[in-house]
């Protein structure tokens, strides 16, 4: 019987790419680097800020690693000063949220964004009494798609794999449920399609919010 399910942030419960993408575009642009259109922006998430930096970097041009320092300090100090800025809930987020509450099922939030801004983003617009657990990246602690926070999480909540359910929009999230021997659910509404989600070994694809309650609320899966 499942009783809590695990969500990645970006791209899953919240549109966050065009924040992303206007902060990363302006710390680079800063320091000398181009704008990368946000469509590049959607592959670039989803291993953690570093990463992300790194990779906006690269489809410029070559760089060093003081021009990293400098990118990575702005980016970081413009995305803390206003986590919210054009960021929003997916359509039925809020409301699939409540229903799960209702019903008696934990929830967690886990994300490879930097753990204040993870925080600071969903304490702001969902609540903090919305989730029992939100985790961002930590120093000590293997990213996504490393099990290893996941095991943090189910233990705290008290739950074993049978009865925790991984919910994301990319590979990183697949393999994240996959690692922790969790039922994976890829969303379409997020920053990737479903061939990427298919060929990441998903237990199933959704296209609607309402499907998690759905999947469970089923004895078995």
């Known amino acids: 019987m499942i009783k809590a399910v695990i969500f990645d942030l970006d791209g899953t419960l919240l549109n966050t790419i065009d924040t992303i993408e206007y902060y990363c575009n302006t710390a680079l642009e800063e320091y000398g680097f181009n704008p990368v259109p946000v469509e590049k922006y959607k592959h670039f998430v989803g291993n953690g800020a570093k990463l992300l930096v790194e990779r906006a970097m690269s489809y410029t041009r070559e760089w060093t690693a003081e021009e990293f320092d400098n990118v990575f300090k702005k980016y970081n100090e413009l995305y803390d000063a206003d986590t919210l800025y054009l960021t929003a809930p997916y359509d039925g987020i809020v409301d699939m949220l409540k229903s799960l509450k209702d019903n008696g099922y934990k929830t967690a939030v886990l994300s490879n964004k930097p753990h204040f801004a993870t925080v600071d983003v969903v304490n702001k617009i969902f609540g903090k009494d919305t989730f029992d657990i939100v985790r961002g990246g930590m120093d000590g602690v293997p990213l996504k798609p490393a099990p290893d ?30 690692n922790a021997g969790l039922f994976a659910v890829g969303v379409l509404w997020g920053f990737r399609d479903e061939a990427e989600l298919t060929a990441a070994g998903a237990d199933v694809i959704i296209g609607d919010a309402t499907e998690i309650l759905d999947i469970v609320k089923k004895e078995r899966i």
């Open 149 to 178: 926070a996941v095991f943090e999480i189910m233990k705290e909540l008290d739950v074993n794999c049978e009865e925790v359910i991984f919910v994301g929009d990319t590979k990183v999230d697949i393999a994240t449920g996959k």
